[in-house]
């Protein structure tokens, strides 16, 4: 059974940063790529960045990009997500996923992630 544990959110102001963490556990954590989204109330859920198997592949939505920085560490089985300069419209709650299928690449599809985490609220103020 898949578990992912979402941790790290909070309150920061614009400029700040954020480190949020997920530790998986259930499966072979290196087979199998990982995202994170996020959701703001009132919107779908979208893709933030994701990391290939390996970790030597990543990509990010253009919104983040230069800003969030997505790693991840198999020896303990966790994904990162390093947030920089943040903004009020990062507020959401942020979700990591794992893919259902050992994919290679980096994945972007949300219909590719079967397992999620429960969120972690990331709030920026202004």
């Known amino acids: 059974q898949v578990q992912l544990v979402e941790s790290g959110g909070g309150l920061v102001k614009a400029g700040g940063s954020l480190r949020l963490a997920c530790a998986a556990s259930g499966r072979t954590f290196s087979s199998y790529a990982m995202g994170w989204f996020r959701q703001a109330p009132g919107k779908e859920r979208e893709f933030v960045a994701t990391?290939?198997?390996?970790?030597?592949?990543?990509a990010y939505a253009d919104s983040v990009k230069g800003r969030f920085t997505i790693s991840r560490d198999n020896a303990k089985n966790t994904v990162y997500l390093q947030m920089n300069s943040l903004k009020p419209e990062d507020t959401a709650a942020y979700y990591c996923a794992q893919t259902t299928l050992a994919w290679r690449g980096t994945v972007t599809a949300r219909e590719d992630y079967g397992y999620w985490g429960q969120g972690t609220q990331v709030t920026v103020s202004s």
């Open positions: 990391i290939s198997a390996s970790g030597g592949s990543t």
